[in-house]
């Protein structure tokens, strides 16, 4: 194993020891045993931590049979400096810049996630960060743009396909937005949010910004042959597909003909993206109180339940 020498035994981190409501259990700790890496993983220094939905849904036990063992560290999104490097690792140096959503299956993931000082990930999760992104923006960008990459690919986007993005202002919504236009090439890109996030959408490359407090997505004359739901309205979304269209959502419960969605994270996702990443193309959102720092991670996420975010949530600086 190469390491850095620096690295302690023992790191700080966020965690909780029983499931329910996150702001409630998660409590801060500096005495976590710095967690081991096995021959195909690497060990970061985490420099910033994005959040998503699913840490606070996995805190209230929804994945308890498949789940580590307690003490648990949320977080999936990492961006940070790879510190030590398994036996087996060839992609990744002492020193590199990595970012990637380290808990390869979300139904089971790691113990320590990246609301610590220091977390494992397994090689095939990560990718080197796109020299332009700050730690920051590289945080906002991996679990949500996998998603948005491999769902789309499932409904087979391609040019000349119409596609409503049901919740764009999100997370995974504005980067489906501009994987749709830019990188798939569909040849029309709609999608919902609030009144004052219209303009985002159409800056993200929205050819039709529909405001959901005004009208009924499933109500207009013009219809799609793809709906990415990323608020859990699949039973609307069907209304609002032409002739042999495609309903894919990422919230479950759904039921067919409705497509269902669990990302497989994939480091492969971001190296292929890196040119849309580095050119500007497709780029990180982040909302306007990102970044929080780290001792405010419960507010970040009683922020996040309020599902007015746009864009992404950060932590940083990490200790």
């Not at 380290?102 to 990718?127: C, D, F, Q, R, W």
């Not at 303009?199 to 799609?224: P, V, W």
């Not at 996702?269 to 990180?284: D, I, R």
Request: hydrophobic share 45%.
């Amino acid at each position: 194993m190469a390491s850095n020498s620096s690295i302690p035994n023992h790191i700080k981190a966020w965690v909780y020891h029983e499931y329910g409501n996150i702001e409630e259990i998660l409590k801060f700790e500096s005495n976590i045993p710095i967690p081991e890496i096995k021959g195909d993983q690497v060990l970061i220094k985490v420099v910033a931590a994005g959040l998503n939905p699913i840490d606070y849904k996995r805190a209230l036990g929804i994945f308890k049979n498949t789940d580590s063992p307690f003490p648990t560290a949320p977080g999936f999104d990492v961006a940070g400096v790879v510190a030590a490097v398994g036996s087996e690792v060839r992609k990744f140096n002492v020193g590199d810049e990595v970012y990637g959503d380290i808990h390869v299956y979300a139904m089971s993931p790691n113990s320590i996630g990246s609301l610590a000082e220091y977390t494992v990930a397994e090689e095939k999760v990560l990718a080197h960060k796109p020299s332009n992104l700050s730690f920051i923006e590289a945080a906002a960008i991996p679990g949500a743009i996998i998603t948005a990459y491999q769902a789309l690919e499932k409904v087979e986007c391609s040019a000349g396909k119409s596609v409503l993005v049901l919740g764009g202002a999100g997370g995974v919504g504005t980067l489906a937005i501009q994987l749709a236009k830019h990188v798939f090439g569909a040849s029309k890109v709609a999608a919902t949010a609030s009144t004052a996030k219209l303009d985002l959408l159409r800056n993200l490359g929205a050819d039709l910004a529909i405001d959901y407090t005004k009208e009924n997505f499933e109500e207009l004359a013009e219809k799609f042959d793809l709906v990415f739901d990323t608020v859990g309205e699949s039973g609307k979304a069907l209304k609002a597909i032409k002739e042999g269209g495609k309903v894919l959502s990422i919230v479950p419960p759904v039921s067919p003909p409705v497509i269902p969605f669990f990302v497989i994270s994939d480091g492969g996702v971001l190296e292929k993206l890196q040119p849309y990443l580095e050119s500007g193309k497709v780029k990180a959102v982040l909302d306007p109180k990102s970044p929080f720092p780290f001792s405010h991670t419960v507010e970040a996420f009683a922020h996040l339940k309020t599902n007015r975010v746009i864009g992404k949530i950060v932590i940083h600086q990490i200790p």
